[in-house]
């Protein structure tokens, strides 16, 4: 079992930038698929990034690609999303999930784990 825990959210104008980080406890992350979500009110859960297990490739939706940018360390079992050019539509519950897998997936019943979620508020 891993517990997920999520930080970094907050309130950030539009065109500014945020780094949510995602820390492990339980099992070491590296034996995870990683990926966040997010969730607007009113609105389903949606996938926005995925990292296979060793890091060497990621995955994006299209809606923040070449925006935001995953990452991890697995030596720090933390899995991080760089958030860049965001825009009042990117405002969100941002939610991190581990899948025992080497590999990410687009879909939410694929992941295993979910952390309690970060919010992500983009306004003037």
């Known amino acids: 079992q891993v517990q997920l825990v999520e930080s970094g959210g907050g309130l950030v104008q539009p065109g500014g930038s945020l780094r949510l980080s995602c820390a492990a406890s339980g099992r070491t992350l590296s034996s995870y698929g990683m990926g966040w979500f997010r969730q607007a009110p009113g609105k389903e859960r949606e996938f926005v990034a995925g990292i296979t297990r060793s890091g060497g490739t990621s995955y994006y939706s299209d809606s923040v690609k070449g925006r935001f940018t995953i990452s991890r360390d697995n030596a720090k079992n933390t899995v991080y999303l760089q958030l860049n050019s965001l825009k009042p539509e990117d405002t969100a519950v941002y939610y991190c999930?581990?899948?025992?897998?080497?590999?990410?997936?687009?879909?939410?019943?694929?992941?295993?784990?979910w952390g309690q979620g970060t919010q992500v508020t983009v306004s003037s």
């Open positions: 999930a581990a899948r025992i897998s080497p590999f990410a997936n687009t879909l939410s019943q694929q992941y295993d784990y």
